[in-house]
């Protein structure tokens, strides 16, 4: 079978020096590095970039200042946090001062009632002894009386 049309070693030789010449016109026709276009093209992506790299600037400016107001904040939230463990703290002393004076005055009153209680006690056996006493010193002169 014969090769195809175009698939033999001039015409790839002639296909490539033809894209190769294209390229070379291509770069021909390019206007100047000083043409009014070019250089118009050439300002306008300096203002691009300039205005890009502005924007960056004023994003990274907005990105410390939000940092610095949430550093502020956390440290209000710190401070109200730790003021209010502390009034926390400061309650939980007072609650146990008031507990434990409640509690020595319930001990004193339990001391005091248990002071009562063995005087009236001391009291019962000393009226029992009195009496047991006047009961012998009744029969004792009774006795005398018979003697």
């Given at each position: 079978m014969p090769p195809l049309p175009g698939h033999n070693f001039?015409?790839?030789q002639a296909t490539a020096a033809k894209a190769r010449q294209a390229l070379v016109e291509k770069f021909r026709?390019?206007?100047p590095a000083d043409?009014?276009?070019v250089l118009q093209r050439e300002a306008e992506r300096?203002?691009?970039i300039e205005a890009r790299k502005v924007r960056e600037a004023q994003?990274?400016?907005e990105r410390r200042l939000q940092e610095i107001e949430n550093q502020k904040r956390l440290a209000a939230e710190a401070a109200a946090a730790k003021e209010a463990a502390a009034r926390a703290e400061v309650e939980r002393l007072e609650q146990e001062k008031r507990d434990a004076a409640e509690a020595e005055r319930r001990a004193a009153e339990e001391?005091?009632?248990k002071a009562m209680v063995?005087?009236?006690k001391k009291a019962e056996r000393d009226a029992r002894y009195a009496a047991r006493?006047?009961?012998k010193a009744e029969r004792k002169g009774a006795l005398e009386r018979y003697r």
């Open positions: 001039q015409d790839r026709t390019r206007p043409d009014p276009a300096k203002a691009v994003r990274a400016e001391e005091e009632l063995e005087a009236e006493k006047a009961r």
